[in-house]
C-alpha cells in the first residue's frame, strides 16, 4: 500500500479506486436488499 500522497495525480487514483470499489458496493448492496426484501415479503406473504 502506497502512503497518501496529497498530490493532483495521487488524489486521481485514490478517488478513481474509491468510486469504482464503492459504487460497485452500494450497487450490489442495493441488489441484494432488494431481493432480500421481495424474498422476506413472499415469506411473510
Given at each position: 500500500?502506497?502512503?497518501?500522497?496529497?498530490?493532483?495525480?495521487?488524489?486521481?487514483?485514490?478517488?478513481?479506486?474509491?468510486?469504482?470499489?464503492?459504487?460497485?458496493?452500494i450497487?450490489?448492496?442495493?441488489?441484494?436488499?432488494?431481493?432480500?426484501?421481495?424474498?422476506?415479503?413472499?415469506?411473510?406473504?
Amino acid at each position: 500500500m502506497k502512503n497518501f500522497d496529497m498530490t493532483e495525480e495521487g488524489d486521481m487514483t485514490v478517488l478513481k479506486l474509491l468510486d469504482s470499489q464503492t459504487l460497485t458496493r452500494i450497487v450490489l448492496g442495493l441488489c441484494f436488499g432488494l431481493m432480500a426484501a421481495v424474498i422476506a415479503g413472499l415469506i411473510r406473504g
